[in-house]
């Protein structure tokens, strides 16, 4: 069985994003296929996070909506024309299904497919008018390298591989690796994080189309000088992929997207045009929807979205913009020289963090900290990227991804710590780090927050907490105080104090800045 998966066009990363679902389950309360529209909508009482994909005989486009139950919702209506039916089925115990079946013959382009959120919980799906399926063209047999592109694709043909790597684009947005069949499973391997001079992408288990040619690959896009496309005969078959870098590209971004590919995301700065089209510090950032760092998007045709789709599932106010996809809203300067500190306020949007006396929420102690902090550290000529500017719901992973794309030098992440109600009596400043780089951070910045707080030392310690493990600069995780402790509550929710905390942090980075990076 052939399929394609299908992404809401705006988020590269949603597989990872899933976990942050409620544990509660959603239900279907409402679905509609329009045949003047050719769109499905439906609706559910909470968030949910769609996956759609594309299945042959028949061809129909299945949506699952993850930790969904059926409720009473309809259960079939017949379409008519190049749709026979559209469905809902309660797929397994945790999954509602929806399916839209075409009549036999028909077909639609699983890239003109756009799942779009509305809301976190109104969803469309629309189709492109379904074409007749045409007669598979056979494929031309295996290309020979032109001489004439610096680019090559070599090695020969293999079979029996769970992937195949098909073609490579040149996008707005940096490059898309189109595969069919599973994902593969990929390993990048870099040379410097500083100064990749190349980037080499394994592919297990991938067989590389017999059709592409050197000639497909793009020639001289975002300071690639060359592309090199290398099958493997092992067993099974493994491609890999070598991108030769201009001298002195920083960072790229390099992730699998359900979409069926790779996708790669230049720095921002990088022009499309030519590795001589250098970026400088008054060039124009590249042409993105600034809510689609990795839209992946080539293959599949984005409207331009008035809003991203608000994935994961948030449940704000509607008043807060749907901000929930990774990077976008930070434009991380190029310049070298220039000392960039990501801060991470942690949790926001429907998770709150810990709940401590009164109510108080860590989420509410701990970002107005963050921004002062940014506002402190930018008056003293220091770049700030946050890993979130609104009161949003934002996984872990796409934290680490912002620091990393914005080749940030320290990553800061601020929390406040919580045990039992029961216990009033447990205060005070923890800091923790992961790495020994991150423990030289940790020392400078808990004794900048125990003198700026004046609350309990609880101590550095050493903790393998997301953020800090994967993050490969410096990283520390403060925890200011406790929500439920006696002392620290009332404290904790004062603004004053706050406002101390605040410049302890920022005199915390500023003394390592100044130490170590200036
Ligand atoms: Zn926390």
């Known amino acids: 069985m052939r399929f394609n998966w299908l992404i809401p066009s705006a988020l590269g990363a949603a597989s990872a994003l899933v976990i942050t679902l409620p544990a509660e389950a959603a239900q279907l309360q409402f679905w509609r296929f329009d045949a003047r529209q050719n769109q499905l909508v439906f609706t559910t009482d909470v968030a949910v996070q769609p996956r759609a994909q594309l299945i042959f005989n ?3 486009i299945v949506i699952d909506l993850p930790n969904t139950v059926l409720g009473s919702a309809t259960a079939r209506q017949s379409v008519g024309g190049t749709i026979r039916e559209v469905r809902a089925g309660q797929f397994n115990e945790q999954t509602t299904r929806l399916v839209i079946e075409l009549e036999a013959g028909y077909t639609v382009n699983p ?55 098909d073609s490579v684009t040149a996008t707005p947005d940096g490059f898309f690796v189109r595969t069919r069949g599973q994902v593969p499973n990929i390993r990048v391997q870099r040379t410097g994080r500083r100064n990749d001079r190349r980037i080499t992408i394994d592919l297990p288990d991938t067989a590389i189309a017999a059709n592409l040619s050197a000639q497909d690959l793009p020639n001289n896009r975002y300071s690639i000088r060359r592309w090199q496309i290398t099958q493997q005969q092992t067993a099974p078959p493994s491609a890999q992929i070598t991108l030769e870098l201009d001298e002195g590209s920083p960072d790229w971004q390099i992730n699998t997207t359900n979409l069926g590919g790779i996708i790669i995301v230049p720095p921002r700065g990088v022009s499309i045009n030519s590795i001589s089209d250098r970026p400088g510090p008054s060039a124009p950032p590249i042409a993105t929807t600034p809510t689609t760092p990795a839209a992946p998007t080539t293959p599949i045709a984005v409207p331009p979205a008035p809003q991203p789709p608000p994935l994961p599932p948030r449940i704000d106010p509607p008043a807060i913009p749907p901000i929930v996809s990774p990077p976008p809203t ?31 929420q860590e989420k509410q102690v701990i970002f107005p900290i963050s921004l002062r902090v940014r506002e402190l550290l930018e008056q003293n000529g220091v770049s700030v990227v946050l890993t979130r500017e609104q009161d949003v719901t934002l996984d872990l992973e796409p934290r680490v991804q912002i620091a990393e794309r914005a080749n940030a030098d320290l990553f800061v992440s601020i929390h406040a710590n919580a045990i039992s109600l029961s216990r009033p009596e447990v205060n005070g400043t923890e800091t923790y780090y992961y790495s020994d780089a991150g423990l030289r951070l940790a020392r400078i910045m808990h004794a900048n927050m125990l003198s700026a707080g004046g609350l309990n030392d609880r101590g550095v ?7 800090i493990r994967n993050t490969s600069m410096p990283a520390v995780l403060l925890e200011v105080g406790f929500v439920t402790g006696a002392r620290d509550a009332p404290l904790l929710a004062d603004p004053t104090w706050r406002e101390q905390m605040a410049q302890g942090i920022a005199n915390g980075i500023l003394e390592y800045v100044n130490a170590y990076l200036r």
């Open 58 to 60: 028949p061809t129909r």
């Open 111 to 165: 890239q003109q497919v756009q799942v779009r959120g509305q809301s976190a919980n109104q969803w469309v799906v629309q189709l492109p008018t379904p074409e007749r399926v045409a007669a598979q063209p056979s494929p031309p047999p295996a290309a020979v390298d032109s001489g004439a592109s610096p680019n090559s694709v070599s090695g020969q043909p293999a079979a029996g591989a769970t992937s195949r790597l």
């Open 330 to 360: 930070v434009t991380p300067p190029v310049q070298n020289s220039r000392v960039v500190i990501t801060i991470d306020p942690g949790h926001g949007g429907r998770d709150p963090g810990a709940v401590g006396r009164g109510g108080l």
């Open 461 to 467: 310690r050493q903790a393998r907490f997301y953020v």
